[in-house]
């Protein structure tokens, strides 16, 4: 590898997949601080690497204008003549985009349906390594084998805006998900800051989530919870989780948010398994799941709408106790 390559890295997915795609940001500089990166992400996503020191650009793909933006980003990409594309995700659209990008070196996943004319090609296996390992093996062409952790960077201003939550102890709460069968139930969360010792609860998610957490909310009329749905940015609230006593999330983007500013984290995995490789990475985390031996979990890799089973006793399996201890 060049002493100071050019590299390029793709990652247009959703939230937790651009956060954890950092590592390869920090890995890179890491073994080569001259580096020069640049990472490209779906649109709303760019706020997750504003700050990060170890990029030269951010690049946006807006889906809504997708195939005309496709074409201007493979432009702007020949004419930055790139050592090193590296191309994390596994669908044809990032492919044409890596196979046309005049690298000299592509590098992706050999289930990308493009990956024929990628110059390396990488398989990717779901289970038995965490994602983060699978993805940098994307970098051994570049010579680079040592992993660093996700991080990313709250500026000043968005540290300052979360200050005047941080007078007394207090833990967060991330009690939604996009998917039914990822969340905690809501009457759960309920029982978990009713056994939290009057400590300050914020619960965090984003505007969509809102409506969920004021179920939990009104019924802890007595106890000191703030519903900051919607109120704080995803870095804003990672900033908020770092000096927690304890942030509870379920298996979904906060639990990302959590292991890129090592904060620490109890993740509660449904339906889901950590084994897939998406579980935390802070120094203090904690793994909660049901201890029942059920023949139908997991039932996915992302999640349901519903159950497929009707009982969600990969939920309901899970107690309140197994919580509340990671707060002694």
């Given at each position: 590898?060049?002493?100071?390559?050019?590299?390029?890295?793709?990652?247009?997915?959703?939230?937790?997949?651009?956060?954890?795609a950092?590592?390869l940001?920090?890995s890179?500089?890491?073994?080569?601080?001259?580096?020069?990166?640049?990472?490209?992400?779906r649109?709303?996503?760019?706020?997750?690497?504003?700050?990060?020191?170890?990029?030269?650009?951010?690049?946006?793909?807006?889906k809504?204008?997708?195939?005309r933006?496709?074409?201007?980003?493979?432009?702007?990409?020949?004419?930055?003549?790139?050592?090193?594309v590296?191309?994390?995700?596994?669908?044809?659209?990032?492919?044409l985009?890596?196979?046309?990008?005049?690298?000299?070196?592509?590098?992706?996943f050999?289930?990308?349906?493009?990956?024929?004319?990628?110059?390396?090609?990488v398989?990717?296996?779901?289970?038995g390594?965490?994602?983060i390992?699978?993805n940098?093996?994307?970098?051994?062409?570049l010579?680079?084998?040592?992993?660093?952790?996700?991080?990313?960077?709250?500026?000043?201003?968005?540290?300052?805006?979360?200050?005047?939550?941080?007078?007394?102890?207090?833990?967060?709460?991330?009690?939604?998900?996009?998917?039914?069968?990822?969340?905690?139930?809501?009457?759960?969360?309920?029982e978990?800051?009713k056994?939290?010792?009057?400590?300050n609860v914020?619960?965090?998610?984003?505007p969509?989530?809102?409506?969920?957490?004021?179920?939990?909310?009104?019924q802890l009329?007595?106890?000191?919870?703030?519903?900051?749905?919607?109120?704080?940015?995803?870095?804003?609230?990672?900033?908020?989780m770092?000096?927690?006593?304890?942030?509870?999330?379920?298996?979904?983007?906060?639990?990302?948010?959590?292991?890129?500013m090592?904060?620490?984290?109890?993740?509660?995995?449904?339906?889901?398994?950590p084994e897939?490789g998406?579980?935390?990475?802070?120094?203090?985390?904690?793994?909660i799941?049901?201890?029942?031996k059920?023949q139908?979990r997991?039932?996915?890799?992302?999640?349901?709408?519903?159950?497929?089973?009707?009982?969600?006793?990969c939920?309901?399996?899970?107690?309140?106790?197994?919580l509340?201890?990671?707060?002694?």
């Amino acid at each position: 590898m060049k002493s100071s390559p050019v590299v390029l890295i793709i990652q247009t997915a959703f939230i937790g997949d651009v956060i954890l795609a950092t590592s390869l940001i920090e890995s890179i500089r890491a073994e080569a601080p001259s580096a020069t990166i640049d990472f490209v992400v779906r649109k709303g996503n760019e706020e997750l690497l504003a700050g990060n020191p170890g990029l030269r650009r951010v690049l946006v793909l807006d889906k809504s204008r997708k195939y005309r933006q496709v074409m201007e980003l493979i432009k702007d990409f020949r004419r930055s003549r790139y050592d090193y594309v590296i191309n994390v995700q596994r669908y044809a659209t990032t492919g044409l985009m890596t196979a046309l990008s005049g690298g000299r070196y592509t590098i992706g996943f050999a289930s990308n349906p493009l990956s024929l004319f990628f110059t390396k090609r990488v398989e990717h296996d779901v289970g038995g390594v965490h994602e983060i390992t699978r993805n940098l093996r994307l970098l051994a062409p570049l010579g680079i084998e040592k992993i660093v952790g996700p991080r990313i960077y709250p500026s000043e201003k968005q540290w300052e805006r979360v200050r005047e939550f941080k007078t007394k102890p207090y833990l967060t709460i991330s009690p939604a998900s996009v998917w039914f069968t990822k969340q905690w139930p809501a009457e759960r969360w309920v029982e978990l800051v009713k056994g939290a010792e009057r400590m300050n609860v914020f619960l965090l998610g984003g505007p969509g989530d809102k409506d969920h957490c004021e179920r939990i909310s009104v019924q802890l009329p007595e106890h000191p919870v703030v519903n900051l749905c919607g109120q704080l940015s995803l870095v804003e609230s990672a900033a908020l989780m770092k000096d927690a006593h304890m942030n509870f999330v379920n298996d979904s983007a906060p639990l990302h948010l959590a292991s890129a500013m090592n904060a620490p984290v109890a993740a509660v995995f449904c339906s889901t398994v950590p084994e897939f490789g998406f579980g935390p990475l802070s120094e203090m985390s904690f793994v909660i799941q049901t201890e029942e031996k059920l023949q139908c979990r997991p039932c996915g890799l992302h999640g349901f709408k519903a159950c497929p089973q009707g009982h969600f006793r990969c939920a309901s399996g899970i107690g309140v106790d197994r919580l509340l201890r990671t707060l002694a």
